[in-house]
């Protein structure tokens, strides 16, 4: 509160804000008995990624597929739970890779998130295997694995991880070429944020002016195509 106030300015004091507690965390058992808790009633981790729609569907997709016609209620179950369980972990590990990861050291809540005993033993146990190679296609194709290959590469090395390819020289044979065409990627990027306009700015025009068409410009690295 102290923060956004002070970012608001003066003003703030005017401001009543509203504290949202939330419980996170998600239910061991989600199916026990002749009841099944699915989405919001088995778990929630955080509203930064949107998980909970791809978790109420497969939740309901594998309910049909466990819940039986007559006898096996239990096993039906005891299967439900184990997959579920292992979508809620996949999701941990995934949400939590965005914080530990960090290089921010500005405030106490970005500290505590790299701190060792914060990270799950799963997240632990893949990031020390790709200290020394890059993730493997191969890892991300069982279900009920949330996030695939290219999420976690995303994430991992947009957030600058250090993996060490000493003797993997052999299989990454076009190096300096992908150099190029990520120096060309950044460049266009550099060149669309140079033209639009800082964030906070856009938001004063609209405040004052509303919304206006913005004028056609290119930026550089950029070509247009038919």
């Not at 914060?118 to 279900?143: A, C, Q």
Request: glycine content about 8%.
């Amino acid at each position: 509160e102290e923060v956004i106030r002070n970012y608001i300015g003066k003003t703030s004091s005017d401001y009543k804000l509203w504290h949202l507690n939330m419980r996170v965390g998600k239910r061991p058992e989600q199916w026990r008995k002749n009841c099944v808790a699915i989405g919001l009633a088995g778990g929630f981790v955080e509203p930064l990624e949107s998980t909970g729609i791809y978790l109420v569907d497969i939740a309901l997709r594998w309910l049909m597929d466990f819940l039986p016609s007559k006898d096996g209620m239990e096993l039906g179950a005891k299967s439900f739970n184990k997959m579920m369980n292992a979508c809620y972990e996949d999701v941990v590990d995934f949400v939590k890779m965005h914080y530990c990861l960090t290089q921010r050291t500005d405030t106490d809540f970005w500290i505590d998130n790299t701190r060792p005993e914060t990270i799950p033993d799963s997240l632990k146990h893949k990031l020390e295997s790709w200290k020394n190679r890059m993730p493997g296609v191969y890892e991300f194709t069982s279900i009920p694995a949330v996030f695939g290959l290219t999420n976690y590469l995303q994430v991992l090395y947009g957030m600058e991880y250090q993996t060490d390819l000493s003797g993997y020289e052999h299989r990454y044979g076009h190096l300096e070429t992908a150099r190029k065409q990520a120096q060309q990627f950044a460049a266009a990027a550099k060149g669309g944020a140079d033209v639009l306009p800082k964030h906070r700015d856009l938001i004063r025009q609209i405040y004052s002016k509303g919304f206006q068409k913005p004028q056609q410009q290119m930026a550089p690295g950029m070509m247009m195509r038919r």
